[in-house]
Protein backbone atom coordinates (compact mmCIF):
# COMPACT_ATOMS: atom_id res chain seq x y z
CA UNK A 1 0.00 0.00 0.00
CA UNK A 2 1.48 3.28 -0.65
CA UNK A 3 1.91 5.93 1.71
CA UNK A 4 -0.94 8.24 -0.12
CA UNK A 5 -3.16 5.27 0.17
CA UNK A 6 -2.67 4.29 3.47
CA UNK A 7 -3.53 8.38 4.64
CA UNK A 8 -6.16 7.99 2.75
CA UNK A 9 -7.51 4.66 5.07
CA UNK A 10 -6.50 6.58 8.13
CA UNK A 11 -8.83 9.31 6.64
CA UNK A 12 -11.54 7.43 6.23
CA UNK A 13 -11.27 5.48 9.52
CA UNK A 14 -11.24 9.08 11.40
CA UNK A 15 -14.18 10.16 9.69
CA UNK A 16 -15.98 6.94 10.39
CA UNK A 17 -14.96 7.44 14.00
CA UNK A 18 -16.10 10.97 13.68
CA UNK A 19 -19.38 9.91 12.69
CA UNK A 20 -19.97 7.23 15.06
CA UNK A 21 -19.12 10.32 17.52
CA UNK A 22 -21.84 12.33 16.55
CA UNK A 23 -24.44 9.80 16.20
CA UNK A 24 -24.22 9.21 20.08
CA UNK A 25 -23.92 12.79 20.35
CA UNK A 26 -27.44 12.41 18.16
CA UNK A 27 -28.82 10.20 20.59
CA UNK A 28 -27.65 12.39 23.95
CA UNK A 29 -29.45 15.25 22.56
CA UNK A 30 -32.22 12.91 21.82
CA UNK A 31 -32.37 11.57 25.39
CA UNK A 32 -32.00 14.64 26.83
CA UNK A 33 -35.31 16.10 24.98
CA UNK A 34 -36.77 12.58 26.17
CA UNK A 35 -35.68 13.91 29.86
CA UNK A 36 -37.28 17.65 29.08
CA UNK A 37 -40.62 15.91 27.81
CA UNK A 38 -40.30 13.99 31.03
CA UNK A 39 -41.06 16.87 33.17
CA UNK A 40 -43.44 19.54 34.06
CA UNK A 41 -42.80 23.29 35.18
CA UNK A 42 -45.11 25.42 37.42
CA UNK A 43 -44.75 28.92 37.70
CA UNK A 44 -46.10 29.75 41.09
CA UNK A 45 -48.14 33.15 41.53
CA UNK A 46 -50.07 34.69 44.25
CA UNK A 47 -53.69 35.87 43.88
CA UNK A 48 -52.85 39.72 42.54
CA UNK A 49 -50.03 37.62 39.65
CA UNK A 50 -46.86 38.48 41.73
CA UNK A 51 -44.00 35.97 40.94
CA UNK A 52 -43.34 33.23 43.57
CA UNK A 53 -41.15 31.07 41.70
CA UNK A 54 -41.44 27.62 40.35
CA UNK A 55 -41.87 24.32 40.77
CA UNK A 56 -40.35 21.20 38.59
CA UNK A 57 -41.99 17.92 37.96
CA UNK A 58 -39.82 15.65 36.85
CA UNK A 59 -39.57 11.67 36.05
CA UNK A 60 -36.77 10.28 38.46
CA UNK A 61 -36.46 6.34 38.95
CA UNK A 62 -40.08 5.52 38.40
CA UNK A 63 -41.34 8.13 40.06
CA UNK A 64 -41.62 11.97 40.43
CA UNK A 65 -39.56 14.15 42.08
CA UNK A 66 -40.71 17.66 42.48
CA UNK A 67 -38.56 21.26 43.31
CA UNK A 68 -39.95 23.83 44.75
CA UNK A 69 -37.95 26.90 44.60
CA UNK A 70 -40.15 30.04 45.89
CA UNK A 71 -39.70 33.37 46.16
CA UNK A 72 -41.25 36.46 47.68
CA UNK A 73 -43.25 34.37 50.19
CA UNK A 74 -43.98 34.81 53.61
CA UNK A 75 -41.13 33.50 55.85
CA UNK A 76 -42.14 30.46 58.11
CA UNK A 77 -43.49 26.98 57.09
CA UNK A 78 -45.98 26.71 54.82
CA UNK A 79 -47.51 23.45 53.34
CA UNK A 80 -47.25 22.66 49.65
CA UNK A 81 -49.13 19.98 47.99
CA UNK A 82 -50.59 18.60 44.11
CA UNK A 83 -53.91 19.34 43.69
CA UNK A 84 -56.20 17.83 41.08
CA UNK A 85 -56.66 20.32 38.79
CA UNK A 86 -54.57 22.85 36.13
CA UNK A 87 -56.38 25.70 37.18
CA UNK A 88 -55.02 28.70 39.92
CA UNK A 89 -57.85 30.88 39.33
CA UNK A 90 -57.76 33.97 41.84
CA UNK A 91 -58.34 35.41 44.73
CA UNK A 92 -58.54 31.76 46.45
CA UNK A 93 -57.35 29.21 43.41
CA UNK A 94 -60.05 26.94 44.79
CA UNK A 95 -60.67 26.08 41.25
CA UNK A 96 -57.41 23.99 42.03
CA UNK A 97 -59.61 21.23 43.40
CA UNK A 98 -58.04 19.49 46.36
CA UNK A 99 -55.05 16.84 47.24
CA UNK A 100 -54.04 15.10 44.31
CA UNK A 101 -54.45 11.57 45.41
CA UNK A 102 -54.66 8.83 42.46
CA UNK A 103 -54.55 5.89 45.63
CA UNK A 104 -57.22 7.05 47.31
CA UNK A 105 -55.39 7.21 50.75
CA UNK A 106 -55.33 9.71 53.88
CA UNK A 107 -53.87 13.01 53.88
CA UNK A 108 -50.29 13.50 55.24
CA UNK A 109 -46.55 12.20 55.07
CA UNK A 110 -46.94 11.10 58.84
CA UNK A 111 -50.46 10.05 58.84
CA UNK A 112 -50.09 5.95 59.05
CA UNK A 113 -53.19 5.46 56.57
CA UNK A 114 -51.65 8.30 53.97
CA UNK A 115 -50.45 10.07 52.26
CA UNK A 116 -51.81 11.55 49.43
CA UNK A 117 -49.96 11.45 46.46
CA UNK A 118 -49.95 15.42 46.03
CA UNK A 119 -48.24 15.43 49.89
CA UNK A 120 -45.11 16.90 50.34
CA UNK A 121 -43.38 17.67 53.56
CA UNK A 122 -43.69 21.55 54.55
CA UNK A 123 -41.86 24.56 52.02
CA UNK A 124 -39.80 26.18 54.73
CA UNK A 125 -39.34 30.02 53.47
CA UNK A 126 -36.73 32.23 55.14
CA UNK A 127 -36.52 35.84 56.32
CA UNK A 128 -35.19 37.02 52.40
CA UNK A 129 -38.70 35.26 51.02
CA UNK A 130 -37.24 32.34 49.53
CA UNK A 131 -37.15 28.36 50.57
CA UNK A 132 -36.51 25.54 48.47
CA UNK A 133 -37.97 21.70 48.66
CA UNK A 134 -37.19 18.83 47.11
CA UNK A 135 -38.91 15.13 47.50
CA UNK A 136 -39.98 12.30 45.40
CA UNK A 137 -43.94 11.89 45.35
CA UNK A 138 -45.28 8.92 47.43
CA UNK A 139 -47.31 7.70 44.71
CA UNK A 140 -48.17 7.73 41.42
CA UNK A 141 -46.70 9.04 37.53
CA UNK A 142 -46.23 12.23 35.90
CA UNK A 143 -49.04 11.15 33.06
CA UNK A 144 -51.32 10.71 36.07
CA UNK A 145 -50.49 13.77 37.84
CA UNK A 146 -51.18 15.28 33.78
CA UNK A 147 -54.36 13.83 33.15
CA UNK A 148 -56.82 15.51 30.96
CA UNK A 149 -57.36 18.07 33.81
CA UNK A 150 -54.01 18.57 34.31
CA UNK A 151 -52.63 19.70 37.91
CA UNK A 152 -51.46 22.72 39.74
CA UNK A 153 -48.76 23.02 43.27
CA UNK A 154 -49.99 24.64 45.81
CA UNK A 155 -48.65 27.04 48.89
CA UNK A 156 -50.41 27.70 51.76
CA UNK A 157 -50.40 30.04 54.06
CA UNK A 158 -49.56 27.75 56.96
CA UNK A 159 -47.63 24.84 58.06
CA UNK A 160 -49.24 21.53 57.36
CA UNK A 161 -49.66 19.33 60.21
CA UNK A 162 -48.39 16.07 58.26
CA UNK A 163 -51.36 14.22 59.89
CA UNK A 164 -54.98 15.89 59.37
CA UNK A 165 -57.36 14.71 56.59
CA UNK A 166 -58.12 16.18 54.32
CA UNK A 167 -55.77 18.70 54.12
CA UNK A 168 -53.38 19.44 56.80
CA UNK A 169 -54.83 22.17 58.54
CA UNK A 170 -52.44 24.79 56.63
CA UNK A 171 -54.81 27.41 56.09
CA UNK A 172 -55.86 29.78 53.09
CA UNK A 173 -53.72 29.08 49.63
CA UNK A 174 -51.47 31.91 48.66
CA UNK A 175 -49.43 30.88 45.44
CA UNK A 176 -50.70 28.86 43.01
CA UNK A 177 -49.30 27.32 39.33
CA UNK A 178 -50.28 25.06 36.84
CA UNK A 179 -47.92 22.41 35.80
CA UNK A 180 -47.13 22.61 31.69
CA UNK A 181 -45.13 19.76 29.87
CA UNK A 182 -41.41 20.91 28.85
Known amino acids: MTTRSMTAVAAALA ?10 MRESVAGTASARAASATANLRTADGRDAGTAVATVENGGVRVVIDGKSLPPGAHGAHVHTSGRCDA ?11 PT ?24 DGRGTLSMMLPSGSLDAMLDSDGAAMMIHAGA ?8 GN ?11 RG
Open 170 to 180: SGGRIACGVFV
Open 15 to 24: AAGALAGCSG
Open 91 to 101: PDFASAGGHWN
Open 160 to 167: DDLVSDPS
Open 104 to 127: GKQHGVRNPAGPHGGDLPNLVVAS
